[in-house]
């Protein structure tokens, strides 16, 4: 593990897509020279303003960005401590930051000449995030979703079928986000000719986890440049919650070079990290392989892979971006937990002070920020990463409560 | 990651390369059924080359077929060390048949890679094949079984063209496996005439045998691609045999192998490699 400091957090990955330990390209051979050609595409896409330039148009008209930075005043009076703000990417079109990196990836399929696209997903707002760019765009679309998530996830399903995608239930395995993610390989391997894998988060194969990062990257340069005209100064600490790590890194990485902003990453802790029914991966898992790229994983002392849990579907997932696993090592990105129980309440305490319902993903977030600002000056400043909206929740929140709808 | 060093590499795979037909290669899964009595049966049919999968959750480039034998095997309780357990007794009722593990990084990494091989080495495995190990990070494994004279046999498939092939070829030993679709394992088949061209091609630039699978189900298609390979590898046919069959599995190993044998064995053998001009 990597002990020394580097000079800069933000030049991560290598030319081989290397975080330190992690990251890299774990893929079938048939995948690797498809994997190789879009790492040519995207330096060529770096370099071109143009992409640039309609990756932006898109942000703006289509997305809606800049996405507000605002003060949660009745929250900060309420917890005691520090000021509170939001970074409000639940306002987004679909709902969520998800959107963002699959505006990147769909112009990037474009540009590599594919005509189909296909995309996993848990909770489905990357699966309609991925259906809505598809609509837009014109291409069909093929998204796999395990078919427990399927049966749980009913008003995302519809959503992405309104849009014209077509769902594919996943039985193999247990019928979870990973499962899917599998499938969406094995889709891809037979059909490298033409497909365009649109991953949700900052994992899989090298550049994925790097070219997510980047897209999502909006976050926190807007932010970072908004704290600035509204305060005249960065936070002292930012807050995100963590599935595979991209609405994090998002915000994150335009801040990793500023020593005076501290970071907290927030896992799922589900029923608690003692027992096996959480999603922690960082905390409580292991180094190892898995959809391409090495990381922190929640496996067995054989290396087969477990069952996450979180009441979350976007954070119950068993992996996590390679990056974070080396912000981790380095120590630079702080990392805690929040049980499903703490999520809940947090839910119910931004709904009430600030009129916001929140998604139950950025429900950790909070959780965490009420921990820490009670601890913190009241002229210290927390940002907090909202990326996404609950209205996808309320049945699983009713249920939790004991409320029938 | 130079040549495989030819004083270290395996004898009982260079031997099964080396005879005068081409190689029956099978596949079946470790902890799937009465393991010991399965792969006695592929030996009894003829099979020149074993390959014992190691089972994982999350078998990303197989089909439905090896796909159920990992869950049945998991579900029976198999560990990392019931399948070197099975690897050990195999090599002891079978000093001469060449073995060769093969499943996903995780599990393979898992206790790191010097315990890996070190454990391989042991339980008389010769070669490795690890599906999802790019030879782009040859350097989790490779070293350690190579140190050990283990071979890691890398796949080539229909998409590694001319210029990435010496990157597969780098530190690949024993045998190179051709995936002969762009797929994951299971049913469909690709054109012998489209797996003739990619093998000479791949003999332009290697001395390895090379051994051709995905979607090979009969004694006909052994047969064809025999003409113009070094060894055919069969797997989702059998590993269903085993699914299917239960108790009788054994018994239908042996008969599917020895079709499979005596069609591969009667091939005309495949012209090595031209001399290098
Ligand atoms: C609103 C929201 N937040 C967070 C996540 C977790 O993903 P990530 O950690 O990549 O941001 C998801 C995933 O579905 C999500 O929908």
Not at chain 2, 89 to 117: K, Q
Not at chain 2, 180 to 202: P, Y
């Amino acid at each position: 593990m990597t002990e020394s400091t580097p000079n800069s957090f933000r030049n991560q990955p290598d030319e081989r897509g290397h975080f330190g330990d992690y990251g890299g390209r774990y893929v079938a051979e048939t995948l690797m020279p498809l994997v190789l050609d879009l790492e040519r595409e995207y330096r060529a896409a770096q370099a071109d303003p143009e992409f640039q330039r309609e990756f932006d148009d898109l942000l703006e008209h289509y997305v809606g960005r800049p996405s507000p930075l605002y003060f949660a005043e009745r929250l900060t009076e309420a917890l005691g401590g520090a000021q509170v703000w939001f970074k409000r990417d639940e306002l987004n079109h679909t709902g969520a930051h998800k959107i963002n990196n699959c505006i990147g990836q769909i112009l990037l399929a474009i540009r590599m000449g594919k005509t189909r696209i296909i995309a996993e997903t848990g909770a489905g707002q990357h699966g309609v995030a991925t259906a809505t760019v598809c609509a837009r765009f014109g291409l069909p679309c093929v998204i796999y979703m395990g078919a427990e998530d399927v049966r749980r996830q009913s008003p995302n399903v519809f959503r992405m079928k309104l849009l014209g995608a077509e769902v594919v239930p996943v039985t193999s395995g247990r019928g979870t986000l990973k499962d899917a993610m599998n499938e969406g390989l094995r889709d891809w391997v037979a059909n490298v000719h033409d497909t365009f894998y649109i991953i949700g988060t900052a994992a899989g194969p090298h550049p994925y986890p790097e070219l997510v990062r980047d897209f999502q990257s909006v976050i926190g340069k807007e932010a970072r440049a908004q704290m600035q005209d509204r305060i005249g100064r960065r936070p002292d600490l930012l807050v995100a919650a963590i599935g595979g790590g991209s609405n994090a890194l998002g915000l994150f990485h335009p801040f990793l070079d500023d020593p005076d902003v501290k970071m907290l990453g927030v896992e799922a802790a589900g029923h608690g990290l003692d027992g096996d029914e959480h999603a922690a991966s960082l905390l409580g898992g292991f180094p190892g392989v898995l959809h391409g790229n090495k990381t922190y994983l929640l496996q067995d002392e054989d290396g087969q892979i477990t069952e996450g849990h979180s009441i979350s579907a976007g954070l119950d997932y068993p992996g996590i971006g390679p990056e974070h696993a080396w912000l981790k090592d380095t120590g630079r990105v702080e990392y805690t937990a929040i049980t499903d129980e703490e999520a809940l309440e947090a839910f119910q305490l931004l709904c009430r002070t600030e009129g916001i319902i929140p998604a139950l993903e950025p429900s950790h977030a909070i959780a965490a920020v009420a921990k820490r600002a009670k601890d913190m000056p009241k002229d210290s400043v927390i940002l907090a990463n909202l990326c996404g909206r609950g209205d996808k929740d309320i049945f699983t929140v009713a249920e939790r409560l004991g409320v029938e709808i | 990651m130079n040549e495989p060093d030819p004083m270290t590499t395996s004898n009982r795979l260079s031997s099964a390369f080396a005879k005068n037909h081409p190689a029956l290669v099978c596949f079946v899964t470790a902890g799937d059924g009465d393991t010991a009595a399965n792969l006695d049966a592929l030996v009894e049919g003829g099979a020149d080359v074993i390959e014992l999968g190691m089972p994982f959750t999350d078998p990303m480039a197989d089909g439905p077929a090896i796909q159920k034998a990992n869950i049945r095997s998991l579900g029976a309780g198999t560990t990392t060390a019931d399948v070197l357990r099975i690897a050990t007794e195999f090599r002891a009722r079978h000093p001469d048949v060449p073995l060769v593990l093969m499943g996903y990084a995780n599990p393979m990494i898992r206790r790191g890679p010097e315990w890996f091989a070190s454990a391989a080495k042991d339980a008389g495995v010769d070669g490795v094949i690890c599906v999802d190990l790019a030879p782009e990070e040859d350097a989790d494994l490779g070293p350690a079984l190579r140190a050990r004279g283990l071979d890691l046999i890398y796949l080539s498939t229909p998409t590694t063209d001319d210029e990435r092939l010496p990157a597969v070829l780098r530190g690949c030993g024993g045998f190179l496996y051709y995936v002969s679709v762009a797929g994951i394992t299971g049913k469909q088949s690709a054109l012998v005439a489209d797996i003739a061209k990619n093998v000479s091609r791949i003999k332009r630039q290697t001395d390895l045998p090379v051994a051709v699978g995905f979607g090979v189900r009969t004694p006909d298609q052994a047969a064809a691609i025999a003409q113009v390979a070094d060894g055919v590898v069969v797997g989702s046919a059998l590993v269903e045999l085993v699914g299917d069959h239960g108790a009788d599995a054994p018994a239908r190993l042996r008969e599917l192998t020895a079709g499979l044998a005596k069609a591969v064995h009667s091939a005309a053998r495949a012209p090595r490699k031209e001399e290098k001009a």
